[in-house]
T-cell receptor
Framework: GAVVSQHPSWVICKSGTSVKIECRSL??????MFWYRQFPKQSLMLMAT?????????EQGVEKDKFLINHASLTLSTLTVTSAHPEDSSFYIC?????????????FGDGTRLSIL | DQQVKQNSPSLSVQEGRISILNCDYT??????FLWYKKYPAEGPTFLIS?????DKNEDGRFTVFLNKSAKHLSLHIVPSQPGDSAVYFC????????????FGTGTRLTIIP
């Protein structure tokens, strides 16, 4: 079945650095991918919708200049957290839908745990 | 504005018994509802879904019930097994498939052997 892969699974970095997270659909093409964020013991909150070949659509309250999304191909979307600070520490998860199987829901990656020191 | 809510943050159930997880929503425009199971540091795993035109959907040990007038859905797991221990999220969307999901706050289910 369809698989969504995220990389890296865990990253620790210093405050002020930028971090790039990749989301790949391994055996299908995804014109749309979704990026979610989960803080400890909280719900998954949609950050943005990533559209292949066009600009991402950000949810209210999400800074587009801080969370850069690039969906350059039909199998890859990247989320770059620019000038990361401790409050950006969270669990970031992407999802994608395989249009070959319209009766199946979105598939989620295993997430990326980001820790900013 | 939490459009999807799970009012029970945790639930403990004896192995073999029925687990009932509840979810309420406020937006009547939601058309599809889904339940996901999640372990720490992993992505959500899809369990079962239901369209707003139905009131029940069953898949093995999992059954989802939808009460549109009450804007309420529930997930029944029977019989409950130790491997069912996880955090369960309900989610809602305006369409199925390629549509953003609005997640509930989650319920931690613990199955007691």
């Amino acid at each position: 079945g369809a698989v969504v892969s995220q990389h890296p699974s865990w990253v620790i970095c210093k405050s002020g650095t930028s971090v790039k997270i990749e989301c790949r659909s391994l055996d299908f093409q995804a014109t749309t991918m979704f990026w979610y964020r989960q803080f400890p013991k909280q719900s998954l909150m949609l950050m943005a919708t990533s559209n292949e070949g066009s600009k991402a659509t950000y949810e209210q309250g999400v800074e587009k200049d801080k969370f850069l999304i690039n969906h350059a191909s039909l199998t890859l979307s990247t989320l770059t957290v620019t000038s990361a600070h401790p409050e950006d520490s969270s669990f970031y998860i992407c999802s994608a839908w395989d249009s070959r199987y319209p009766n199946q829901p979105q598939h989620f990656g295993d997430g990326t745990r980001l820790s900013i020191l | 504005d939490q459009q999807v809510k799970q009012n029970s943050p945790s639930l403990s159930v004896q192995e073999g018994r029925i687990s009932i997880l509840n979810c309420d929503y406020t937006n009547s425009m939601f058309d599809y509802f889904l339940w996901y199971k999640k372990y720490p540091a992993e992505g959500p795993t899809f369990l079962i879904s239901i369209s707003s035109i139905k009131d029940k959907n069953e898949d093995g040990r999992f059954t989802v019930f939808l009460n549109k007038s009450a804007k309420h859905l529930s997930l029944h797991i029977v019989p409950s097994q130790p491997g069912d221990s996880a955090v369960y999220f309900c989610a809602a969307s305006f369409n199925f498939g390629n549509e953003k999901l609005t997640f509930g706050t989650g319920t931690r289910l613990t199955i007691i052997p």
